[in-house]
């Protein structure tokens, strides 16, 4: 029986502006820090025997992560697009929306659609990726949406659309 799992598809590349400065931000520190664990492994190494030495151990790990965390950045940030938002005016769910759905029981939610890179359940940020993002795309207030959920399909109604925070 073979092990062979397909690659997963490639997150898509849209993020707000907000988001890629904040990928940034944390791409530059990452170099800083990662500075201050060289310089600590560096003392660590000099003190002798590695093999039973946890400072050295802990900080080679230390750097394998910022090291790991950096190049995926180096590779991602180029091909990020910055998408802004649309203007106000603008009543369809597209990226950057903040789109207020009615469930079938009557419970609402906000959900704003960002991309792969920001998205953030505990603020309600979801990705473009994501089935419910991908169901509410282009629909209007008043529109009902049907999502796949892993509790099975699920109705929701678009109460409001809005790209005001």
């Known amino acids: 029986m073979p092990r062979y799992r397909a690659p997963t598809p490639p997150a898509s590349p849209y993020i707000t502006r907000d988001g890629y400065q904040r990928l940034q ?3 530059e520190a990452l170099w800083v820090t990662r500075r201050e664990v060289t310089a600590a492994l560096a003392a660590a190494a000099a003190e002798g025997d590695r093999s039973e030495n946890a400072e050295y151990i802990y900080r080679k790990k ?9 190049r995926y950045l180096q590779k ?9 938002p649309r203007d106000d005016e603008c009543t369809q769910v597209y990226f950057g929306a903040w789109v207020e759905l009615e469930d079938d029981q009557g419970d609402t939610a906000r959900y704003r659609i960002v991309g792969a890179d920001e998205f953030d359940p505990k603020r309600n940020w979801i990705s473009i990726d994501s089935p419910m993002a991908r169901a509410l795309l282009k629909k209007r207030a008043d529109d009902e949406v049907e ?5 099975g399909l699920r109705s929701f109604v678009v109460l409001s659309v809005d790209y005001r925070n």
Not at 62 to 70: N, V
Not at 147 to 151: D, E, G, H, L, Y
């Open 62 to 70: 230390q750097l394998r992560e910022l090291d790991r965390r950096i």
């Open 147 to 151: 999502v796949q959920t892993p509790k």
């Open 76 to 84: 991602r940030l180029p091909t990020l697009k910055v998408v802004d």
């Open 25 to 27: 931000a944390e791409s």
